[in-house]
C-alpha cells in the first residue's frame, strides 16, 4: 500500500512538474478530510511565491457548444506554440458516487496526451457555482509547476454558473449561431460578465449563420453597454474543427490582459478575487463544520426525514441545524 506522500515531497514534485505529484496534490486539495485540508493549506504556502504568472482564462457556454473540442483544439495550438497548458474540466457530479459523470479528459485527448499539457476533470460536487471547491487552489498548483496557461472549463452557462468569473482574468462565452433564440438563449447576466464572446462551429454550412450570430451579438453587446469610451467584448467566429478563427480568439484575450494591465485593472482584479476566495473558503469551513458536528449527526438523519415528509419545513430544519451546531460549539468552548 502506497504511503501519502509527505508535503515536502508534495512541493518537491510540484516546483519540479513531475506530473503524479502535481495529481497528488490536487487530490489532496479536493479531499475534505480535515487534516488533509491542513497538509494542503501548508502545500500552497510552500508554493506560493510561484504561483500568479499564468494566463487565467475561464470557458463557459451554451449546450452543444463544443467547448471541450474548443480547448482541445486551442490547447494543442498553444503548445506548438511553446506554452504549457493546463486545463481544470469541471465535470457535474454524480449524486450517488460524488464522482465526475462526463469525463472532459476523454473528449480532450490530443491535449491530454501532451506531455506539456495537464488535463484534470474534477467533480464539482454539491457546488452550484460550475466550478469545484477546490477549483482556485489547483490553478494556484498548476502554476507553481510551471504551466503558463490555466483553463478552467465550467459545467454550464446559467445564472449558477458564473462563479469561474470570479477566480480567472478573461472570461470567455462560446456560444452558436441558433435560428432565432440566439439571444434568448443565453442570460444577460452571462453576457455583462464575458470579456470575450466566440461563436463556434463557423465552418461549412454553419460559417455564414455563425457570422449573422456574431453581428446580432455585437449589436446587443452595443445595446447594453452603451457609450463612446466603454470596453465591449469583441465578438468572434472560430471554428473548433478547423482551426479557423482559433488564433484570433487567443489574441482577443492577450489583449483584454494588455487592457487590465494597462488600466492596473489586473491587479485589481485578483485582489478581489483573493477577498472573494477567502469568504468562500469561510463559507466551506462552515459547512464542513456542521456536516462533522455531533449534534448535528445525532438529529440529521429524523431531521432530514421529517423535512421529506412536510413534517418540518426547510427553514424549520435549518433553523435547527443551527441551534445544534450553536449548542455544539458552546460545549466544546465550556470544556476548553
Known sequence: MRQPASTAELVAGVLAGERQQVARAITLLESRRPDHREQARELLAAVADRTGGAVRVGITGVPGAGKSTFIDALGVRLVEQGHRVAVVAVDPSSRRTGGSILGDRTRMARLAASDSAFVRPSPSGRHLG?????????????????????????????????????????????????????????????????????????????????????????????????????????????????????DDVWQAVLDHRSHLEAEHGLAQRRAQQQQDWMWALVDSALSDGIRASQAVRAERADLEAAVRAGETSAVEGSARLLELYAADLRAADSEG
Open 130 to 246: 460550475g466550478v469545484a471547491r477546490a477549483t482556485r487552489e489547483s490553478m494556484l498548483v498548476l502554476e507553481a509547476a510551471g504551466y503558463d496557461v490555466v483553463v478552467v472549463e465550467t459545467v454550464g452557462v446559467g445564472q449558477n454558473e458564473i462563479a469561474v468569473s470570479e477566480m480567472v482574468d478573461t472570461f470567455l462565452l462560446l456560444t452558436l449561431a441558433r435560428a432565432g433564440d440566439q439571444l434568448q438563449g443565453i442570460k444577460r447576466g452571462i453576457l455583462e460578465l464575458a470579456d470575450v464572446i466566440a461563436v463556434n462551429k463557423a465552418d461549412g454550412d454553419g460559417e455564414l449563420p455563425a457570422k449573422g450570430a456574431a453581428r446580432e451579438l455585437a449589436g446587443a453587446m452595443r445595446l447594453m453597454m452603451p457609450g463612446a469610451g466603454v470596453r465591449r467584448p469583441p465578438v468572434l467566429t472560430c471554428s473548433a474543427v478547423t482551426g479557423d478563427g482559433l
